[in-house]
């Protein structure tokens, strides 16, 4: 075996040097490459992905330094039903993750790994979590065999160089290892996309280590996204007394100057990015990204909740993205973008369902045929995805990079509910917002398994990605609010829906640009310059604190989006039960108390 990059390959580490020669002697494969992230290497592994039919090149003069990739049809979405909490003890992983007895599984993988990479090259990435200095920023390995996962990791996170610096210098770093699952026999030839029909993504939470086999997609692979910051980090914040939440992040600023941090939770593909993009239309307003995805907050010296995106890049869903719906998002992809399973077009660049309004007379499908508006099928897979940096975001917040994070003023969780729930309410307390998250429910998009449109209770968004008991993690976040109320600092919660249709299908709201006008309700609110009208599942905007000048409202539109109806409410709270009963003992009473308490305020409003 050689290093495809001539140095010795030691580091400073002798834990990571041995697990890299143990992770190697059971792959096998035909090279190591320990990654630096610099531009050559960069270059490099494009020039390999090329070669292998991985990635084709789109028009550089459209879309300069850009790629699609094709993936398998079938390793297109994260793959819950193979996703397994490996905890020393199964009560630890709670009713909503795939338990699996640690010792065996290992012996599965050991199984699966054994010469799992014959052929190919081994790379070794080392990455950071959150920027260099934060209080939570942790440090991780990733193993793979797919260049594909080096680079996106390298858009998504701090990797190479930097990272190892940081490894070198003492910290904790996690294992993560990953692999395609398609070794080569010798001058056997290669597929475009290797992947193997048996997958398993495992989390071994109690020694923080991740294994993934079988996939290179999204979450499934570039192991410091879901595996690491969610369902890792999630268990070691229940330790360590902080938050690793599915949240976007940004900051706010008010035609009056008041600066505000927004952290909000919707579940895959229900708006995260957007709102993380959001283009206001009241004048006046900016809205600065800091993160579309995950957010780690934790409580400071003054007992504020602050918060960070450990992140670096965005692995946005492509469809339903256009200069309508998103111009930053259409503007941070102008190049030096990969593109994964969207369609491309008679002049070699991408398209994709929503992007434009007229279809392209002919494309080539994300599955590599011809497709014309005729054709039965899509022509981008719905959870086609791109892949790029935060730092071409035109609207990137100077602080996203910020060691100190910033201070949350208001925590947002929402779905896609056609019915029930308003376009916006406020929760009458933490408590009372975390039971709003608890029981949030959304309709099922094509980001996972299961049946879109399907409605599904997601507490916190979380439901793939909590690496513990769920139960746990409801009286976690109450603790977490016990401390910030001691420091007289908890932000407000809200819960949203964009999502709201009429009885002929239609959205109520508009959304998108519009969603500011939500946004300028809850800075009111934080700054106690409006009032609200008590519901029983919290409070309501008054109708004349919405700013929606300039809108038009078909018939009773506006006040079906700002009221709630009681006997919906009471039939919604009877059926959050069923969430609060599937985490048993471990329920917070607390939980059950404001269950009981929206059930009281709906009688009482229909007595
Ligand atoms: C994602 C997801 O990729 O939630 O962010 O599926
Ligand atoms: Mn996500």
Redesign the pocket.
């Known amino acids: 075996m050689t290093r495809s990059d001539g140095a010795t390959g030691q580091t400073t580490r002798a834990d990571l040097d041995e697990w890299v020669a143990q992770i190697a002697a059971l792959a096998r494969p035909d090279h190591i490459h320990w990654v630096t992230g610099s531009p050559a290497e960069r270059q490099q592994l494009i020039d390999v992905m090329l070669e292998a039919g991985t990635i084709e090149q789109l028009n550089p003069e459209l879309r300069p330094d850009s790629y699609v990739a094709r993936s398998d049809a079938n390793d297109v979405a994260?793959v819950e039903s193979r996703t397994f909490i490996c905890s020393e003890n199964q009560r630890d992983a709670g009713p909503t993750n795939n338990w699996a007895d640690p010792d065996e599984m290992r012996s599965t993988l050991g199984g699966l790994f054994t010469e799992s990479m014959r052929g190919r090259t081994m790379y070794v990435i080392p990455f950071l979590m959150g920027p260099e200095g934060s209080p939570v920023t942790r440090a991780g390995v990733e193993i793979t065999d797919s260049p594909y996962v080096v680079m996106s990791m390298g858009m998504m996170t701090r990797s190479g160089r930097q990272a190892l610096d940081v490894i070198e210098s003492g910290v904790e770093w996690v294992k993560a290892v990953h692999s395609v699952g398609a070794p080569l026999e010798k001058g056997e030839a290669d597929v475009p996309w290797p992947c193997n029909p048996v997958k398993y993504i495992t989390h071994f939470t109690d020694s923080r280590e991740i294994w993934s086999f079988g996939s290179a997609y999204?979450?499934n692979a570039l192991l410091g996204?879901?595996a690491f910051a969610l369902r890792i980090a999630s268990v070691m914040a229940r330790d360590e007394g902080w938050l690793a939440e599915?949240m976007m992040l940004i900051r706010v600023t008010s035609p009056e100057g008041h600066v505000k941090h927004i952290a909000a939770a919707f579940p895959?593909?229900c708006g995260k990015t957007n709102f993380a993009m959001l283009q206001p239309t009241i004048p006046g307003w900016t809205v600065e990204t800091i993160g579309d995805?995950i957010v780690w907050m934790w409580v400071d010296e003054d007992g504020r909740l602050r918060a960070i995106n450990p992140e670096t890049g965005f692995?946005g869903v492509a469809p339903g993205t256009s200069e309508q719906s998103n111009p930053v998002a259409m503007q941070t992809m102008f190049g030096h973008t990969v593109f994964t399973n969207v369609a491309v077009t008679d002049d070699n660049d991408v398209w994709w369902e929503g992007m434009t309004k007229e279809k392209p007379a002919h494309l080539i499908d994300w599955l590599g045929n011809d497709w014309t508006p005729e054709s039965p099928d899509p022509a981008a897979h719905p959870n086609s995805r791109f892949t790029v940096s935060i730092a071409q975001c035109p609207t990137t917040s100077p602080d996203w990079n910020n060691p100190e994070g910033v201070v949350i003023d208001a925590i947002v969780f929402g779905g896609r509910r056609r019915t029930t729930m308003p376009l916006v309410v406020e929760a009458r307390s933490w408590q009372h917002g975390v039971y709003l998250g608890a029981t949030m429910a959304s309709e099922r998009t094509a980001?996972?398994e299961g049946t879109v449109g399907e409605l599904t209770r997601d507490p916190f968004a979380m439901a793939p990605f909590t690496g513990y008991h769920v139960g746990d993690h409801w009286a976690h976040w109450l603790n977490i609010g016990e401390r910030l109320a001691a420091g007289g600092h908890a932000p407000h919660i809200f819960h949203v829906n964009w999502f709201r249709r009429g009885d002929d299908g239609r959205f109520l709201w508009l959304g998108f640009g519009d969603n500011i006008r939500v946004v300028d309700w809850i800075v009111k609110r934080l700054e106690g310059v409006v009032g609200a009208s008590a519901s029983p599942i919290g409070s309501l905007p008054l109708r004349e604190d919405l700013n929606v000048d300039g809108l038009s409202f078909h018939g009773d539109d506006l006040t079906e989006l700002l009221t709630v109806d009681p006997t919906v409410i009471s039939g919604d709270a009877l059926s959050a039960q069923s969430v609060l009963e599937t985490a048993g003992d471990r329920t917070p009473p607390a939980l059950w108390e404001e269950n009981a308490e929206t059930l009281r305020l709906c009688a009482a409003e229909l007595s």
């Open positions: 994260r999204g979450g996204k879901k599915h895959s593909a995805d692995f980001a996972g």
